[in-house]
């Protein structure tokens, strides 16, 4: 049976997961260019216009996609704990009035 202290860290984990997606995804243009600028220096500065575009919307969305996953598995999680501590609160009742 979970107990508080299970439901809190589920909250805790909840909200993180919550705000490391949405950081990922509306950060996602900064970091995706960020690393296009890294991959641009490592071919030698010089590089197909196509290709540097190409690099940076495909990590640019990547971070989107990761950001977005973390996001739902936070709003999951949060319903899951939502539920798991309505339910811990209502067998908490039960046990007081059964005592």
């Known amino acids: 049976m979970m107990t508080y202290e299970h439901i809190k860290q589920l909250k805790i984990i909840t909200t993180l997961l919550v705000i490391i997606g949405?950081?990922?995804?509306f950060l996602s243009?900064?970091?995706?260019?960020?690393?296009?600028d890294s991959w641009l220096q490592?071919?030698?500065?010089?590089a197909d216009t196509s290709n540097y575009e190409r690099i940076v919307e495909t990590h640019t969305n990547n971070f989107v996609i990761?950001?977005?996953?973390?996001?739902?598995?936070?709003v999951?999680?949060?319903?899951?704990?939502?539920?798991?501590?309505?339910r811990h609160v209502?067998?908490?009742?039960?046990?007081e009035e059964v005592s």
């Open 29 to 36: 243009v900064t970091f995706g260019t960020a690393i296009g």
């Open 42 to 46: 490592s071919v030698g500065g010089m």
């Open 22 to 25: 949405l950081g990922l995804m």
């Open 90 to 95: 209502k067998i908490e009742d039960r046990d």
């Open 66 to 74: 990761i950001g977005s996953i973390l996001f739902g598995a936070g």
């Open 76 to 86: 999951l999680t949060a319903l899951g704990a939502f539920y798991l501590s309505a």
